[in-house]
């Protein structure tokens, strides 16, 4: 083992010492002046100890820790690290589901590998690095997938020019890395049938964290009037639909979202006389329509990212949801969401609080949410854990 070594200030090893996997630039002392980005680099506090292996990058956050315990990383050591995500999959049944064909393979720090995330979807692999270190991996992860996995799978696209540093020097190209011509656009979440687009789509071609929720949101659907907005492709209006809906209403501020879940509504030609969809701002839209419904979706993007706008983006989340429960039928039930890192679940709740009172309706919790198993959660990672959501009954 011959790595880059990276040396942190005096009191700056805490966060590691607790297994945090983030290494900030503001934290370290002295690097190798030969350290290039995406190289490998052992961390090391003040007085000499060990604290982590992981991928040095020029940001913010200068090193994503993969490994607390020194040792040589090889395609062995990563090979591991792959077969253990994916034993997880297999011990939640994802791999052998019949009615389920789309889930999250590698889930980043919830999986140990902070810069990586893989999307499974019918056979193709979806990879989306967030690290320079783990993008020039890329082929070594196609070659351990098709190891692992076997038959199972069937393509891989690698989709992270929009996700890498754009400082980097690396004009990285979305590309197949095999398997263009099996890939099957067409996937499936609890028998409900979606066209996915990882290509051109958001992400990587559909929101699997909110699978359980929308099968959730199903069970409310059955002779309601259903609304879903930030709709994207549709993905809790097809799961009411097909629970019976008597109308579902899909919007969003994107023409090419609106496209996508006309689309995915065409899969099911006979309930298509029940969905309208529009190209409309959600909060807007709510403030002008006259429909009453029964259920209402909130599942926005991100109202901020940086600690500097969490006010601004609590006030986001208060005044959208103050509109709905304005507009929502007495009794009715919002599913109601936030995937802002920097508001955590007791804020959220705080928030959706303080927009009952503005609106003046009595609110009470049927369910508290967050993303699946599939995507798990690293005790030492508060930010792993980026999605809250609640079921509401606004009496």
């Known amino acids: 083992m011959n790595y880059s070594k990276i040396i942190l200030k005096k009191d700056k090893d805490k966060s590691l010492r607790r297994f945090h996997p983030w290494v900030f630039s503001g934290a370290i002392s002295e690097v190798d002046q030969s350290l290039a980005e995406g190289d490998i680099v052992e961390v090391f506090s003040r007085s000499g100890k060990y604290l982590g292996t992981g991928h040095y990058q ?30 997880l999959r297999e011990n939640l049944g994802l791999l052998q589901a019949k009615d389920t064909n789309i889930f999250r393979l590698i889930h980043a720090g919830g999986d140990y590998l902070p810069g990586l995330i ?25 070659d351990l997938l098709k190891d692992l996995l076997k038959d199972k799978l069937i393509a891989v696209y690698d989709k992270s020019s929009e996700t890498l540093p754009f400082k980097a020097d690396l004009e990285p190209k979305n ?12 996937g499936l979440e609890y028998n409900n049938k979606f066209l996915i687009d ?18 959730l949101l199903a069970n409310y659907s059955k002779g309601k009037k259903v609304l879903n907005t930030y709709c994207y492709s549709g993905g809790f209006s097809i799961f009411a639909l097909n629970k019976g809906a008597e109308l579902v209403h899909s919007v969003d501020s994107s023409q090419k979202a609106i496209d996508l879940v006309d689309n995915n509504v065409n899969l099911i030609p006979e309930l298509s006389d029940k969905h ?37 983006a609590v006030q986001g989340y208060k005044r959208l949801n103050a509109k709905a429960m304005k507009k929502i039928k007495k009794g009715g039930i919002i599913f109601t969401f936030s995937c802002s890192q920097i508001v ?28 699946p198993a599939d995507h798990p959660i690293n005790l030492a990672q508060p930010e792993s854990e980026y999605l809250k959501g609640l079921v509401i009954q606004v009496l």
């Not at 590309?175 to 067409?186: H, M, P, R, V």
């Not at 190209?279 to 429909?291: A, G, Q």
């Open 118 to 142: 893989i999307d499974f979807y019918n056979g193709t692999a979806v990879i989306q690095c967030h690290s320079i270190g783990m993008w020039k991996l890329r082929s070594v992860f196609a």
């Open 198 to 215: 990882w290509e051109t789509g958001q992400k990587t071609g559909f929101f699997i964290d909110q699978r359980e929720n929308r099968a």
């Open 276 to 312: 309208k969809s529009f190209v409309s701002d959600s909060l807007e839209f709510l403030t002008e329509t006259d429909e009453q419904y029964d259920v209402i979706i909130l599942d926005p993007p991100a109202f901020g990212k940086h600690k500097r706008v969490r006010h601004k």
């Open 58 to 87: 020029i940001g913010s956050i200068s090193v994503r820790v993969f490994e607390f315990e020194q040792q040589e990383i090889t395609n062995d050591y990563w090979r591991q690290k792959f077969k253990t995500a994916i034993d």
């Open 344 to 371: 955590d679940k007791q804020l959220f709740a705080n928030t959706i609080n303080a927009a009952a009172i503005e609106a003046r309706r009595k609110v009470r919790i049927l369910h508290q949410l967050h993303q």
């Open 175 to 186: 590309e197949y890395l095999f398997g263009q011509e099996n890939a099957i656009k067409e």
